[in-house]
């Protein structure tokens, strides 16, 4: 059979000697931007990880075969070909089968870093439950992805577009322990605070991966979310970000879109109404994430060694 996931061999002697490796998305890169900014985005959250301390590893499916670690021409590609699906957790088995590109979304790359021994993960904003999730019963499946893999995802909260507290909600009953890093709030993405309590708070990578090691040793499965506001410095005026997200729910409304469409098309919806500042913040706050994650993975390959 041939090797259904492929893992560079930079990424492959970080995990044998138990140094600090960080699972990156490409959905984002493939159906969150236009080229060639995403593929300027993807360099630049691979050179954060390094610049954090670990070894990036970004997920994709490149004709068939799942990627841990991908060459630039590989990024070139998930960048620039129309043709790449979204592939979530459940879309792997069958782009594996047909031979096609996939850009993973938050679910899949957890699955396969969970699968390959990559602890920790980073993207902007993981998905979650929808506003309209009573008549959709749309949820994302990076939360189910989240709640069984042991993997801890930094992230700034969930995208603006769903519904926090809900999603907060599921979290909590699926066993996923939300941590504030330095705040007690739990982000909304393009801005700080989204109305919504964390539980807990903590104040240091070292900190949160004493949580991961403790989730993990006492035999509990599933991973942990450490929510990363955005810097001051570059968060969006709520008010601004609200009203675009009404009338890209308007527009979702009217054209009657479903299923995977439905996150890309809102955010492109974003980016056009705020005049891409949804886009330079979203770009910035993962960048954020990345070298936070680095820190993070750093601090938990210490504590196992
Ligand atoms: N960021 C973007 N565009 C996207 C996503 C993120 O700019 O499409 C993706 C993430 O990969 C996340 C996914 O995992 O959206 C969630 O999609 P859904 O709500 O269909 O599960
Ligand atoms: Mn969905």
């Known amino acids: 059979m041939r090797e259904l996931i492929r893992v560079a061999p930079e990424v492959r002697a970080a995990l044998r000697e138990g140094k600090a490796v960080v699972a990156l998305e490409s959905t984002l890169v493939a159906h969150g931007m236009p080229y060639p900014t995403n593929l300027k985005t993807a360099l630049a959250l691979e050179e954060a990880v390094r610049e954090g301390g670990a070894v990036p590893a970004t ?4 004709g068939g075969q799942v990627k841990v670690g991908l060459s630039e021409s590989d990024l070139e ?19 594996i089968t ?3 590109h996939g850009a993973t979304t ?3 790359a957890i699955a396969v870093a969970g699968r390959v ?7 902007g904003a993981i998905g979650g439950v929808h506003r309209d999730v009573m008549e959709t019963l749309d949820v994302s499946t990076d939360l189910t992805e989240i709640a069984r893999t042991p993997v801890c995802v930094v992230c700034s909260g969930v995208k603006t577009v769903l519904d ?18 330095q705040t ?13 309590p964390v539980d807990y708070r903590v104040e240091s990578p070292l900190e949160a991966a004493r949580v991961m090691s403790v989730k993990w040793a006492l035999g509990f499965t599933g991973g942990l979310v450490v929510a990363n506001p955005v810097p001051e410095a570059l968060e969006l005026d709520p008010d601004l970000v609200e009203d675009a997200v009404d009338e890209a729910l308007y527009e979702l409304e009217e054209r009657g879109i479903r299923g995977k469409a439905v996150t ?3 955010l492109q919806v974003l980016h056009e109404k705020t005049e891409g500042a949804t886009l330079r913040t979203g770009v910035a706050l993962a960048e954020e994430n990345a070298r936070l994650a680095a820190r993070v993975a750093s601090e938990f390959a210490r504590l196992q060694a």
């Open 264 to 266: 890309p098309f809102l």
């Open 77 to 95: 590609l998930i960048a620039s070909d129309p043709d790449v699906y979204k592939a979530s957790q459940h879309d792997l088995p069958v782009l």
């Open 98 to 100: 047909k031979r096609w």
């Open 184 to 196: 007690d709030v739990f982000p909304a993405f393009y801005y700080r605070d989204s109305g919504c």
């Open 106 to 108: 938050a679910a899949a």
């Open 164 to 181: 926090t507290d809900w999603t907060l909600e599921y979290l909590e009953t699926r066993g996923v322990p939300v941590l504030g890093y």
């Open 59 to 62: 997920v994709a499916v490149v």
């Open 117 to 123: 021994g990559i602890s920790v993960f980073a993207t």
